[in-house]
């Protein structure tokens, strides 16, 4: 199985690049909480059982989001599962990455398996007394596969895995059996974990699996316990041979997977060393390899004193004493860096070990210094990646991840090198196009400035590699044509868009060129100016590769606070008794039936129904106050997000203010607010002359 595709959000990255140059820059990425996290806590506590603990590895942004990339009304936002909110943007960055077209996904075979155990938002949510009706899917955590699923309209397995901090790792290995099954044909591979109550810090810290410092320490001899982190990283998986065939980069290959259980051993939560190396060795019979093959593995590595020496006995069992004594297994792990992601945990280690494979490089381990004397390294052939030299992988050596969930789920996926590929030296670099899209014009431009200060690696592309991966992107409403052929005319392009461009063309460019550049001038302006990537697409021909690694889409993020504890409200004024005999309309049906009665002709009657109804559905969708969006009077109810349970809101919302008795149908057979506004006036000239 191929890795094609890769985003992460991780503490101290918000992208594979910067994850992997903070790696090896042995960047330790632990802090203290940010403002506002960890200070409410849901339910009261013993002083004695409430930690002080301040650190972690976190991510910034978690209550931010693009909803309206997404079609997501800002009601329904404010109600979703920020680990939801998460997904939904990792898994667009993972296909952009991949160079795969999330519209043509649409209706295929492709699955999602997403790992996840933390439930801090539901907690939050129901404890919070306010509850909703998009709160039910909002703090669902079957929807972390499942909205993700939804969005893309795919059509193959979507599964949420939890088996404790191995769920993320479990996920790629029950997407490489169901690849193989044949249950789909690519598959998207998700961990998440986001830590937002400091109850769920209080509990862990009763057992002690906390290092009172906040560092993980693995294999060391001061290891004293693991630190919390949060965040998320996404995979995509494909058979080698359809990636191949479809000419997608591979990041590297996944040879083989297996998962067992500790049960029978001595505690619930006691590792054990003999189910441990079972489970790799049944990784390497998966994959057909022997462990003297393996030249890497990335722990599970907690760095507590009591998991790190069962880790360290099965690996030596499994692979180190296989080895040669002069070449002892390399081992390392990413908790180190940015601390321990729980359900995430996983697939940080897998997307560490597949960055490492295809930069052929061993990222260093932090904090280690000197194992203790019941870990002895030398004795199991292990050795820990240290920072005091260069470490590579040896020609054709595989490189294993490890996974253990605390209820003793254990997971190991075994990984090789991606195949060769041509050296971009031995290719033509023809005069080229690149197309950049988005909601907005000012995500374009941000966009333009994102490429302009890419890194991009000269000797793996050429321009045109990256005219062909941005051209499997999809289409946005706003849109920039960057014309050239090298590298230089490319950034000079880019330059101008972020100024406020649509086209560029290098100067004197069309009078040192022939026919063939008026025709890429013709394609970029009717791309910029109308869309149309096909004809772009079919101009680039034949031969080229696509890129990893580019910066993908720059969402627009708005905040969205999450539930809070219920404050006091004031009572409400008693509503005094009608006489006997008094038939008043509803107050709220009064301005607007006054309105529409005095109104001068009809123009002005559908304008006061149409002010109307945009304004109920905004407050319908939770858009209140002065940056609200325009609505659309032309657009569906349905692209403006709005989803069945609103309309029936909405319904009985126009009902009640009109007095006139709508069938719950008319929603749908007038689905715009123009097609409303004309069926309401029309029902008010009947009822009311």
Excluded at 22 to 50: H, I, K, Q
Excluded at 381 to 405: I, K, Q, Y
Excluded at 579 to 596: C, I, M, N, S, V
Aim: with cysteine.
């Amino acid at each position: 199985m191929a890795v094609i595709g890769l985003s992460c959000h991780f503490p101290g990255a918000a992208d594979p690049g910067k994850f992997w140059r903070n790696l090896m820059s042995a960047t330790d990425s632990v802090g203290t909480a940010p403002p506002g996290r960890w200070e409410e806590r849901v339910g009261p506590a013993p002083a004695e059982l409430r930690t002080s603990v301040r650190h972690g590895g976190f991510i910034e942004g978690i209550d931010e989001f693009d909803a309206r990339f997404f079609g997501i009304a800002r009601r329904e936002a404010e109600h979703m599962d920020p680990q939801q909110r998460l997904l939904l943007e990792l898994a667009w960055q993972a296909l952009e990455d991949a160079a795969v077209s999330p519209h043509q996904l649409r209706a295929t075979r492709w699955g999602v398996y997403v790992g996840a155990c933390a439930d801090d938002f539901r907690t939050q949510y129901f404890a919070s007394g306010r509850l909703d009706r998009f709160g039910h899917m909002g703090a669902s955590r079957s929807l972390l596969a499942g909205r993700v699923s939804h969005h893309l309209g795919l059509r193959g397995p979507s599964e949420v895995v939890d088996t404790g901090q191995s769920s993320s790792l479990c996920a790629v290995h029950r997407a490489i059996a169901s690849l193989r099954l044949d249950e789909c044909d690519a598959a998207l591979v998700a961990g998440v974990n986001l830590n937002l109550l400091p109850d769920v810090t209080d509990q862990i810290q009763l057992w002690g699996g906390l290092s009172p410092d906040g560092r993980c320490r693995t294999f060391d001899e001061q290891a004293d316990g693991y630190v919390r982190a949060e965040g998320g990283g996404v995979v995509v998986l494909k058979p080698l041979e359809a990636a191949v065939r479809d000419g997608d980069h591979v990041y590297c290959v996944v040879r083989g997977s297996a998962t067992n259980n500790d049960g029978g051993r001595a505690g619930l939560g006691v590792p054990s060393p003999d189910a441990q190396r079972e489970v790799i060795e049944a990784a390497h019979r998966a994959a057909g390899v022997t462990g003297a093959s393996v030249g890497y593995v990335e722990l599970h590595g907690t760095g507590t004193p009591v998991g790190d020496p069962v880790e360290a006995a099965a690996l030596g069992e499994a692979i180190g004493r296989r080895r040669s004594r002069t070449t002892p297994l390399l081992v390392g792990s990413v908790k180190s860096n940015i601390g321990h992601l729980e359900s995430a945990a996983g697939i940080a280690g897998f997307i560490k070990a597949c960055l490492a494979l295809h930069h052929g490089q061993l990222p260093p381990t932090l904090h280690h210094r000197r194992s203790p004397g019941k870990l002895p390294l030398a004795d199991l052939n292990l050795r820990v990646v240290g920072a005091d030299r260069e470490e590579n992988l040896g020609a054709g050596e595989l490189v294993g991840v490890s996974s253990f969930g605390m209820g003793g789920t254990n997971v190991h996926v075994v990984l090789a090198s991606s195949p060769g590929a041509t050296d971009p030296s031995e290719r033509p670099a023809p005069d080229t196009v690149w197309c950049l899209s988005g909601r907005t014009r000012e995500a374009v431009r941000a966009l333009a400035r994102a490429l302009l200060e890419h890194p991009f690696p000269g000797e793996r592309c050429i321009v045109g590699d990256v005219a062909w991966s941005l051209v499997q992107r999809d289409e946005g409403e706003h849109r920039a044509a960057v014309v050239g052929g090298r590298w230089d005319e490319m950034r000079d392009g880019l330059r101008k868009v972020v100024t406020g461009h649509d086209l560029a063309i290098p100067a004197d460019w069309l009078h040192e060129g022939g026919t063939d550049r008026v025709a890429w001038v013709s394609v970029a302006g009717a791309y910029a100016a109308h869309g149309g990537l096909a004809e772009v697409a079919d101009r680039l021909g034949t031969g080229l590769r696509k890129v990893p690694g580019l910066p993908t889409y720059p969402f627009e993020r708005d905040t969205f606070h999450g539930p809070t504890p219920p404050r006091p409200v004031a009572p409400a004024p008693a509503v005094p008794e009608e006489e006997p005999g008094e038939q008043p309309e509803d107050f709220r049906a009064r301005p607007l039936l006054d309105g529409w009665e005095k109104a001068a002709d009809s123009s002005e009657r559908l304008w006061l129904i149409r002010s109307f109804l945009e304004r109920t559905l905004l407050g319908v969708l939770g858009e209140t106050g002065d940056e609200r969006p325009r609505v659309d009077p032309d657009s569906t109810f349905e692209d403006l997000g709005v989803d069945s349970m609103s309309l029936l809101e909405l319904h009985d919302l126009v009902t009640a203010a009109t007095a006139v008795e709508l069938q719950e149908s008319a929603l749908f057979d007038h689905p715009t607010i123009n097609d409303l506004t004309a069926h309401l006036n029309t029902e008010l000239e009947a009822l009311r002359g």
